[in-house]
Each structure stands twice: as C-alpha cells, then as structure tokens.
C-alpha cells in the first residue's frame, strides 16, 4: 500500500507496522477518578497528558513524528476495554516514531514529519452494551493524508463474568454462518444506500461517473458476513429509550469512492434486520434510530 494511503483496522487502535521502541510512561488523568499507568522506559519523544472533564487527551511529539489521541472516558471506566484502548495508542505512537525515525535516515531530502491523531467516541450506551467508534487520520509522507475507521461494541460486565468485546454476528440467528440469510439482505440495503449516496454526492448515477467504483462496491459491501466484519460496525441511539435503533456501518476512503468524496457511513434501522435476531438481541433493540442527519 503506497505511503499516506493506510487505512486503519477494525481491531482497536491496532500498533501502525514498524520495529518496536523502548517502553514509554504516561500517567493517565481522566475524570471520575480512573487512572491507569504504563511501565515506565525512556523515550525520544516529548510526552504530555491533559485532563479534560470528559475525554482522555495523549499527546507525543519529536523531531520525526508527532501523535495524539483523545478517548472518551466512559471507555476507559470499562477497566480491559480502557487497558485495551490505552495499551494500543501507546504502541501505535512508538510504532510510528520507530518507522519515522528509519525512514528520516533512509530519505532525509524527502522526509516529511509523521503525524497520527486518533478519537474514540462512544456512539451508544445502554445498561447492557457500550458501543464506540475510533476515527484515525495519518500522515506518513505520501501526497495526503488519509483517514479510517475502528470500532468496538462492548458488553459490559455481568454476574460472574468480566465485560468482553462482541461480534455482530453474534446479534444474529445463525449469525456464525456465511450462509445466513441476514448477510445478503444488509449487503443489499447498504449498496442501494450507497448508490443513493453517490448520485447526491455527484448529480449522477454511479454506473455513469463511477468508474468501475459500483463493481469494487458489491464486493466491499458483500463483506458484512461472519468473518468477521471487514466492516466497522457501531449501535446507533433510539427513539426508544435503553434500546439501540439500528447499527450503522462506516467506510474509509477508497473503500467505496476515489479519496476526494471522502468517508461514508450508513445506518441500517433495527425494523430492517429484526425479524432475524437472536431472542437475546429483540431486548438490544427497539424504536426508531437516531442519525446525526
């Protein structure tokens, strides 16, 4: 994948590919009195933390390469998914430092200084489940930038059991099968929702000025399947209160269009996929959904 084009994980905040550096110490200051701790090592890198009423804000900076990431806290009181979330920025920052500092070295007529910045916002809360959605943008010396997508749909902690990362499959009767049928029915909404989006973006239909894009966007939206989702996947707000509205699906660019029409995220409501969810998941969702439309 060429330089300033990569796009990140499902997989929170996943460490960037490079040599791995010395241990790194940051004492994080988040509200509601949680505080986590990194072993302590030396590292080339100015580091600070700042408290702010409801996110965590961590930030690097060197000669090579520059990082932050912002968390909201209602994450980090989850105490392994904030541990999961903390842990991943700082090896993503040292990861990105080590690349930079080799690539500086190697080309330094052409180097240009790395830069990441992350954010992690809780999309949906309810007694049971806490969903997040982790927006990464990364420079890495190409002609731009480019921006991606994580998420995390947590279930909390229940009696005798800690809280624990969930697939959407999961939601699903026969959910694990590749042959279930809710796999073809949400590719099928979310290609006529993008190719909506498409013809409101460019005025035209994209089998005029998509230039092949529809053919890469079936097999790209063919992928919410057991795999388990390529796609980023988050709960959206409801109507209905304590209940999720539907599940909304996030797409980097290139993923579905050329860089220059940026992102996409579609919101399939829970009317559309209920009649196939587990007896378990009906109590998960309800009402209408709530977009930022």
Do not use: C
């Not at 992690?120 to 943008?137: N, Q």
């Amino acid at each position: 994948m060429a330089k300033g084009a990569e796009i990140m994980g499902r997989v929170s905040l996943l460490p960037i590919a490079g040599k791995a550096m010395a241990g790194i110490f940051v004492v994080l200051a988040v509200s509601a009195g949680v505080h986590l701790h990194v072993a302590h090592a030396e590292t080339p890198s100015a580091e600070k933390t700042l408290p702010v009423t409801d996110r965590f804000l961590r930030e690097t900076s060197s000669e090579t390469a520059e990082t932050s990431v912002s968390i909201d806290t209602r994450l980090l009181k989850e105490p392994v998914l904030g541990a999961r979330l903390v842990s991943g920025s700082v090896e993503g920052a040292k990861a990105l430092e080590a690349s930079a500092v080799q690539d500086s070295a190697d080309a330094p007529e052409f180097f240009r200084t790395y830069m990441s910045n992350e954010d992690w916002r809780v999309t949906h809360e309810t007694k049971t489940y806490l969903s997040a959605l982790g927006t990464r943008w990364l420079f890495t010396g190409g002609a731009h930038g480019n921006s991606g997508f994580s998420s995390v749909i947590w279930e909390k902690p229940q009696a005798g059991r800690m809280g624990r990362e969930v697939a959407v499959a999961s939601f699903f009767r026969n959910g694990a099968s590749a042959d279930a049928e809710i796999w073809p029915l949400l590719s099928a909404f979310l290609y006529d929702a993008w190719e909506r989006e498409w013809e409101a973006r460019t005025g035209e239909s994209v089998t005029v000025s998509g230039q092949g894009w529809h053919v890469d966007a079936q097999k790209t939206l063919a992928q919410p399947a057991p795999s388990d989702m390529a796609s980023v996947v988050t709960l959206v707000p409801s109507t209905e209160p304590g209940k999720a509205g539907g599940l909304a699906f996030h797409f980097a660019p290139y993923e579905l269009g050329p860089y220059a029409m940026g992102t996409f995220s579609f919101t399939v409501p829970q009317q559309v996929f209920r009649p196939h969810l587990t007896v378990e998941a009906t109590e998960l969702f309800g009402g209408d959904a709530l977009t930022d439309d």
